[in-house]
């Protein structure tokens, strides 16, 4: 079982910068694959990107390559999500999840775990 609670969510002007955090409870964090995923009003969960669990790989939606970076620290049980550049429409609530494989995962339905969400509101 794992546990995730994330933080780090605001409003944040556009081509600022915001990180959100994800805290993990449960000691095989370190086994699980990590995602972070959105969901805007009116719209369905998306994907943002996803790292192995080793940190060694990582796999970002186009949407948001070269502008977010997600890595994590098995030490501290925590995966991170750096914003930088964000843009109006990537406002959302984002959501951490979990998933017992080792490798990236896409796909949400692959997901065993998600945190509450946090909000982030992008101003123009």
């Known amino acids: 079982q794992v546990q995730l609670v994330e933080s780090g969510g605001g409003l944040v002007q556009a081509g600022g910068s915001l990180r959100l955090s994800c805290a993990a409870s449960?000691?095989?964090?370190?086994?699980?694959?990590m995602g972070w995923f959105r969901q805007a009003p009116g719209k369905e969960r998306e994907f943002v990107a996803s790292i192995s669990w080793g940190g060694g790989s990582t796999y970002y939606a186009d949407s948001v390559k070269g502008r977010f970076t997600i890595s994590r620290d098995n030490a501290k049980n925590t995966v991170s999500l750096q914003m930088n550049s964000p843009k109006p429409e990537d406002t959302a609530v984002y959501y951490c999840a979990a998933s017992s494989a080792a490798g990236i995962v896409v796909v949400a339905t692959n997901y065993a775990y998600w945190g509450q969400g946090t909000q982030v509101t992008v101003s123009s």
């Open positions: 449960g000691r095989t964090f370190s086994t699980y694959a």
